[in-house]
């Protein structure tokens, strides 16, 4: 499979990264080799193999319900652009 | 006076314990030594009075009988460790000012040691890379010249400042980490030792994440029991980390030195790839060689799956990257540049904030995983790394107790050389250290040798999960064969 430079443009936006038009097709190369390039998994037989889902055989363990951490608002927003009362800043989305 | 930048970790250890230097001598000699090797771009932020601060407290605490197992030995920290009050930016533009409220598991245990923090240390941006040069702050120059050249070389990637630190002395040892092969890669080019544990064994909290299930945090240090000492501190059950694995951390460095005899050494065949160099065959030969010798019993295995390895992990690291990354929004840290709206904003700063290597393996990751090609692309990629470590299932089973390939395919490669036109050419770098990552397995890359060019070329052992002990035996009995690997010249001071 290969990507035209309107898919390029596509995933550059669910990507939510602005691209000027002449990246585009530098762009469009460099995916497209990278696509090429697993395209070998094709010819591997996969056929009742089970996806990789933990790296480990383990269970993920829970833990209680319970609120463990917290009450430092200062810290969490020490490092943000725009704050204001310990809010994070954003531009406006609802009209 | 000595040296004492020359000191391994181990003896650094010893001679402070014994009281023959103090940690403060040791700290000064290597603050002095870090800012005369600032052409080597290794560090990204130096902490002198951090650094003499804390080698201060470990004088203090060796006078009460206090030490701790690292006491006062000056370590380099790569920048991915978030590092309470000390800035952490994993060499992107996106958190350059970035300053942690919080420490990471792994470097919190080192200071719980004693150990002593010198600076943050150069690395790929978020670790994506196999050469160093895709940082923010710039390539970091590897100390090692080819003869008669003074070419600048790399110093792999994407660990890259903790293996030139390491080697260039200006560093007792460094912490790193390995997503597909990022400890163990600039390990062998530089003449380092490096470790990447078992998944799960070193906790992940508070270093910034790549593919979260593929990254390991590890050592970089000049010798196998260097390393052994320091991934005793590093490893550990963290319950931060849900991956993070609840088992006891065994005593490394008794390892070191134990012998090797009766041990079956698997030689897999579809490492042999095709255009393999002369160099890098005579270099495997020599480390079956060495193994043979010390009494293991060398057998030839297969892994098919191996050739898949680099494919599929190019589907799994982008899109779990792509996943990690979609954090960095102009919103709780960072830069922000503005937009017509909220969604122009989010792609602004994501442009200015990552660089070209990072924008685009999060545009394939996001492509692997968008609506259609999900399972063609990541489903099939999962299922592909189910066989890849089923593969080495069935060689453990036949009681193979390590298997012995080369590091790289080649020696340091010169900055600028590689993967201006195909990124994957670079990409090819990882062809022997990725699989290890794909299955979860510990690995260690020791020095076998050098180049017809003076470079150094690594060997990599690969073990069973949680046997990393075997590997410190194995790694013992190559670097004693092969002699360590020194320096040839300090040209940058």
Redesign the interface.
């Known amino acids: 499979?290969s990507?035209d430079s309107a898919?390029?443009r596509r995933?550059?936006?669910?990507?939510?990264?602005?691209?000027n038009d002449d990246e585009i097709a530098p762009?469009q190369n460099?995916?497209n080799?990278?696509?090429a390039?697993?395209?070998?998994?094709?010819e591997?037989d996969?056929a009742n193999?089970?996806?990789?889902?933990s790296?480990?055989p383990?269970q993920?363990?829970q833990?209680e319900d319970k609120v463990t951490d917290g009450h430092?608002p200062n810290?969490?927003?020490?490092?943000?652009?725009?704050t204001e009362d310990n809010y994070?800043l954003?531009?406006?989305?609802v009209e | 006076m000595t040296d004492l930048t020359q000191l391994t970790l181990a003896e650094a250890r010893d001679a402070v314990a014994a009281k023959t230097i103090s940690s403060t001598e040791i700290t000064k000699a290597f603050v002095d030594a870090v800012e005369k090797a600032r052409p080597l771009n290794a560090y990204v932020l130096e902490t002198p009075e951090k650094a003499l601060a804390m080698a201060k407290a470990s004088d203090e605490r060796i006078a009460k009988g206090q030490a701790g197992p690292l006491e006062g030995l000056p370590l380099g920290i790569k920048d991915l460790y978030a590092t309470e009050g000390t800035r952490t930016t994993a060499c992107s533009k996106i958190?350059g000012?970035?300053?942690p409220?919080y420490e990471s598991t792994v470097t919190s245990q080192l200071w719980r040691d004693g150990a002593v923090m010198l600076g943050k240390l150069n690395n790929d941006e978020f670790a994506m890379g196999s050469s160093n040069e895709t940082s923010a702050f710039g390539p970091v120059v590897s100390p090692w010249q080819r003869t008669g050249s003074n070419a600048k070389l790399v110093p792999g990637g994407s660990s890259g400042g903790s293996s030139a630190a390491v080697a260039a002395n200006i560093c007792l040892g460094a912490t790193a980490t390995d997503t597909g092969g990022s400890i163990r890669q600039p390990a062998a080019f530089t003449g380092t030792v490096g470790i990447k544990p078992?998944?799960?064994r070193c906790s992940r909290w508070g270093i910034v994440a790549f593919a979260s299930?593929?990254d390991q945090a590890g050592p970089i240090a000049k010798t196998v029991r260097d390393n052994a000492i320091l991934l005793r501190s590093m490893a550990g059950f963290d319950?931060k980390d849900?991956?993070s694995?609840d088992r006891p951390v065994p005593d490394y460095e008794k390892a070191v030195g134990a012998s090797v005899k009766g041990m079956k050494i698997g030689i897999p065949k579809e490492y042999r790839v095709d255009g393999m160099s002369a160099e890098i065959e005579a270099l495997w030969q020599k480390g079956a060689d060495m193994l043979r010798a010390a009494g293991a019993e060398i057998v030839e295995v297969s892994l098919p799956?191996t050739?898949?390895a680099l494919?599929?992990y190019?589907?799994v690291a982008p899109a779990e990257a792509?996943s990690n990354l979609?954090r960095y929004?102009?919103?709780?840290?960072?830069?922000?540049v503005?937009?017509k709206?909220?969604?122009?904003?989010?792609?602004?700063t994501?442009?200015e904030g990552?660089g070209k290597e990072v924008?685009?393996r999060?545009?394939?990751?996001?492509?692997v995983l968008?609506a259609g090609?999900y399972d063609?692309?990541y489903?099939?990629?999962?299922?592909?790394?189910?066989?890849i470590?089923q593969d080495f299932e069935k060689v453990y089973a036949q009681g193979v107790n390590a298997i012995l390939t080369p590091a790289t395919p080649s020696a340091a490669f010169g900055i600028g050389e590689k993967g201006g036109a195909?990124?994957?050419e670079m990409?090819l770098n990882d062809v022997f250290t990725v699989t290890v990552n794909m299955a979860?397995l510990p690995g260690i890359a020791v020095p076998g040798g050098l180049s017809t060019e003076g470079l150094p070329l690594g060997l990599q052992l690969i073990g069973r999960?949680f046997d990393e002990e075997t590997l410190f035996s194995l790694g013992e009995v190559i670097e004693q064969a092969a002699g360590r690997i020194a320096l040839p010249q300090r040209w940058w001071a």
């Not at chain 1, 995933?11 to 691209?19: D, G, M, T, Y």
Request: hydrophobic residues 45%; glycine residues 6%; proline residues 6%.
């Open positions: 499979m990507v898919t390029v995933i550059a936006h669910l990507a939510r990264i602005s691209v762009l460099e995916l080799a990278i696509l390039f697993v395209e070998q998994l094709n591997v996969v193999v089970e996806p990789m889902t790296v480990t383990m993920l363990r833990r430092y810290k969490i927003v020490g490092n943000a652009p725009l994070f954003v531009p406006k989305v | 958190i000012n970035f300053v409220a078992t998944y799960g299930s593929l319950p849900s991956t694995v799956h050739k898949y494919p599929a190019y589907i792509s979609a929004d102009g919103v709780r840290y960072g830069v922000r503005p937009g709206d909220i969604v122009s904003m989010y792609e602004n994501r442009a990552f924008r685009r999060i545009m394939i990751g996001t492509y968008s090609y063609a692309y489903v099939r990629a999962q299922k592909i790394r189910t066989l470590r195909d990124p994957v990409y979860g999960p």
